[in-house]
């Protein structure tokens, strides 16, 4: 008997839990060697890290900053939750602690971008 893959757990909201702290996780390995290149600019002087510094102050960079923030908001809230199933006293999936991290990273997110412009 062939068996097939059952496509219902990916509507599943612990399936979509699953998939953002992966996804933010791997947002933020292509950002760190970035990161570094960046602050290795300031090895070659203040010059240099002064011209990246300037031509980080674009609306571009102020986007993909303001998307950093969710990420690692995402991100740690995927972890916080799968910590408090891993080792809480409930087992199994509770729905709150997803809505929690998503409404945490949201609310970061909305932070950061109102810092932007005030």
Known sequence: MKRRNDRRARSHPAYWAFLMHRLSGLGLTVFLPLHFWALGQALHGAAALDGFLSFTDQGLFKFAEWGLVV?????????????????GSASGLRKNWIAGAVGFAAAAGMAFALSLFA
């Open 71 to 87: 990420l690692l908001a995402l991100h740690l809230m995927g972890g916080v939750r799968l910590l408090m199933i891993e080792f």
